[in-house]
């Protein structure tokens, strides 16, 4: 089992910044990849970015240019630094880790809140 708990979340006006940070324990040997989604109210959630073990990324293309994932190994976490945000932005953040890369995520996190206003 692995276990995900996110922080970093908040109220920001519209072009400002944020950075989520998402801390794993457990059997982190087995996570290939970790990313983040988000589920903005009334909406399904979608998927937002992804780092692999070997440091590759990957965006959604809304937020390509604006967010940057990455990930400190020797901390066990992973981030999502967000600038110039806009209000389309608002939404809980849910961190998730997978096994396999590109196949499904295998565990979540608990979600935190991102509020821009305009």
């Known amino acids: 089992q692995v276990q995900l708990v996110e922080s970093g979340g908040g109220l920001v006006q519209a072009g400002g910044s944020l950075r989520l940070s998402c801390v794993a324990s457990g059997s982190i040997d087995s996570i290939n990849a970790m990313g983040w989604s988000r589920q903005a109210p009334g909406k399904q959630r979608e998927w937002v970015a992804t780092v692999t073990r070997d440091g590759s990324t990957d965006y959604t293309n809304s937020v390509k240019g604006r967010f940057t994932i990455s990930r400190d190994n020797a901390k066990n976490t992973v981030y999502l630094g967000m600038n110039n945000l806009k209000p389309e932005d608002t939404a809980v953040y849910y961190c998730?880790?997978?096994?396999?890369?590109?196949?499904?995520?295998?565990?979540w996190g608990q979600g935190t809140q991102v509020t821009v206003s305009s």
């Open positions: 998730s880790a997978a096994r396999v890369v590109a196949i499904r995520w295998d565990y």
